[in-house]
C-alpha cells in the first residue's frame, strides 16, 4: 500500500495572505501545506480521502488520471471544496466519480453543488455517483474500508482504517469505541493543529498523547496549521517513530 500525502495543512495554513511569520516566509518545502488530503493506492484501486479548494491542483500536481473513489471524512469547505473539479476525471474516464460520504455529508454537498443534482444538468457539470455510509465496515473492490467516528467539537466526523493503515483528521476527541477499532497499526495519520489547544482539533499535545496509547510503529501529524511552527524545528522534538507529514510525502505500508 502506498499512501501520498497530497496536503497537509488547513485554512489557517500556509501560505496565509498578509501574514509575515516565519513559517509562511520559510522556503522549506516542507512548510508549504496545502489543504489536508491523501492518496491511498492498494490492491489496484486508488482512493483518495477528502477533495478541499486545492483539490485540482493537487490532481495536477502528482499527474492523476484516474480515481477509483473519494472518501469525504466531512462536509466543511476544506474538504469538499474542489469537488467541482470531478469534472476532468469524468472526461478522462466516461463516467461518473464514486464518492462515499455520510448522510449529513450528502446534504452539505447537495447543498454546495446543487447544479451538479438538478434534473436537467447543463453540460459538464461534475457527475458523481454518492454513496451512503456509516460506521459500519464497506468495501471498493476487493479493498475494505473500517470507518471511526471522531468528534470535531460536536460534529461527528469519519476517519477511515485500510488494513492497518488508519487516517484522522478534524479530530479533538476519538470515544473509547473507536479507539478499539485503531489498535494494531502499522501507519497513524492524525491531526494536529497547533502547539496551543483548540476547540475542534487536537493541538500537538494531545495527538501526542492518543499516538501514545495507541502504539502504531509510526505515526504521522497531519492538518497542520503555521501556529504550530516550522518544520525543521518541530519535528526533531518528536518522540521516536512520529513524523510531521509534508505535501507530497510517500510511505509505504503493509508490505
Known amino acids: 500500500m502506498r499512501i501520498t500525502f497530497l496536503g497537509t495543512g488547513t485554512s489557517q495554513g500556509v501560505p496565509v495572505i498578509g501574514c509575515k511569520c516565519e513559517v509562511c516566509c520559510s522556503n522549506d518545502f516542507r512548510d ?17 480521502i477528502d477533495a478541499g479548494p486545492d483539490f485540482r ?4 500536481r ?8 473519494v ?3 466531512h462536509g466543511h469547505k476544506d474538504h469538499i471544496g474542489g469537488l467541482d473539479d470531478l ?7 466516461r463516467k461518473p466519480v464514486e464518492v462515499y460520504a455520510a448522510a449529513d455529508v450528502h446534504h452539505d454537498i447537495r447543498r454546495d453543488f446543487f447544479y451538479a443534482f438538478e434534473e436537467e444538468r447543463y453540460p459538464g457539470i461534475p457527475e458523481m455517483n454518492l454513496h451512503f455510509i456509516d460506521n459500519l465496515p464497506f468495501n471498493i473492490g476487493p479493498v475494505e474500508i473500517i470507518p471511526v467516528e471522531v468528534e470535531h467539537y460536536h460534529l461527528k466526523v469519519l476517519g477511515f482504517r485500510i488494513k492497518q493503515f488508519a ?8 470515544p473509547v469505541a473507536e479507539m ?8 497513524l495519520v492524525i491531526n494536529a493543529l497547533r502547539l496551543e489547544p483548540h476547540i475542534s482539533h487536537f493541538s500537538l499535545g494531545e495527538a501526542l498523547e492518543v499516538i501514545k496509547q495507541l502504539q502504531p510503529k509510526h505515526a ?36
Open 62 to 69: 502528482e499527474n492523476i488520471d484516474h480515481i477509483d473513489a
Open 57 to 60: 491542483y493537487q490532481m495536477l
Open 220 to 255: 504521522y501529524l497531519t492538518h497542520i496549521s503555521h501556529r504550530l511552527g516550522k518544520h525543521a524545528g518541530v519535528e526533531p522534538q518528536l518522540p521516536d517513530g512520529v513524523f510531521l507529514a509534508y505535501d507530497r510525502l510517500q510511505v509505504e505500508c503493509c508490505k
Open 71 to 73: 472518501l469525504i471524512t
Open 180 to 187: 478499539e477499532k485503531l489498535k494494531g497499526l502499522e501507519i
Open 32 to 48: 508549504r501545506r496545502l489543504r489536508s488530503s491523501v492518496m491511498v493506492e492498494t490492491e489496484g484501486v486508488r482512493l483518495i
Open 167 to 174: 487516517y484522522i483528521t478534524d479530530a479533538s476527541r476519538i
Open 87 to 93: 469534472r476532468p476525471f469524468n472526461y478522462l474516464m
